[in-house]
T-cell receptor
């Protein structure tokens, strides 16, 4: 059974810092991995999707990497801003039927 | 981008009543819709997968008679929490896929059962 773990559970940093969020998964047989953002009491916004054949994806200040063999992904956020404060979730799709298995999330706070 | 509308955003009900949550894909046809449940400070847990015109597939441990899912058209799926109890209070989120690997998520419904 696929399990996804995110470390740390919470992170608080000053504005402007670069930071890394970590995600690990137990079964390397995945189709893709996604990073989502969730604001309090809201739904999910997809940030980046990495196919199993890819190593990384970039969007603006965000860069996500994938090492499928070791079961790890990182989300790098450059020059953090208070507006980046949210919970970040990673999810892997594997086993067909588009089923996503989510990690517990990292609650990020960027302090002005 | 594709939009998924989920309604209501919040519902408060008395114990024993049933609550219906709607999930609509506004600008695409959703061949598959997913229902998730999220407890405070926890991750999303997949409850069931529904395909238009067929019965939903429930994940292990999810009571199908408790959580009725109907996917009557390519743009609408509903989740009905029957005889709701306080332990059913949670955040419910739907998502919709159009056949590829992208899922589009609704804004979620916060259910509070008194």
């Amino acid at each position: 059974k696929q399990e996804v773990t995110q470390i740390p559970a919470a992170l608080s940093v000053p504005e402007g810092e670069n930071l890394v969020l970590n995600c690990s998964f137990t079964d390397s047989a995945i189709y893709n991995l996604q990073w989502f953002r969730q604001d309090p009491g809201k739904g999910l916004t997809s940030l980046l999707l990495i196919q199993s054949s890819q190593r990384e994806q970039t969007s603006g200040r965000l860069n996500a990497s994938l090492d499928k063999s070791s079961g790890r992904s990182t989300l790098y956020i450059a020059a953090s801003q208070p507006g980046d404060s949210a919970t970040y979730l990673c999810a892997v799709e594997g086993g067909g039927a588009q089923k996503l298995v989510f990690g517990q999330g990292t609650r990020l706070t960027i302090n002005p | 981008g594709a939009v998924v509308s989920q309604h209501p955003s919040r519902v408060i009900c008395k114990s024993g009543t049933s609550v219906k949550i709607e999930c609509r894909s506004l600008d695409f046809q959703a061949t598959t819709m997913f229902w998730y449940r999220q407890f405070p400070k926890q991750s999303l847990m997949l409850m069931a997968t529904s395909n238009e015109g067929s019965k939903a597939t429930y994940e292990q441990g999810v009571e199908k008679d408790k959580f009725l899912i109907n996917h009557a058209s390519l743009t609408l799926s509903t989740l009905t929490v029957t005889s709701a109890h306080p332990e059913d209070s949670s955040f419910y989120i739907c998502s919709a896929g159009e056949g590829g690997y992208i899922q589009y998520f609704g804004a979620g419904t916060r259910l509070s059962v008194l």
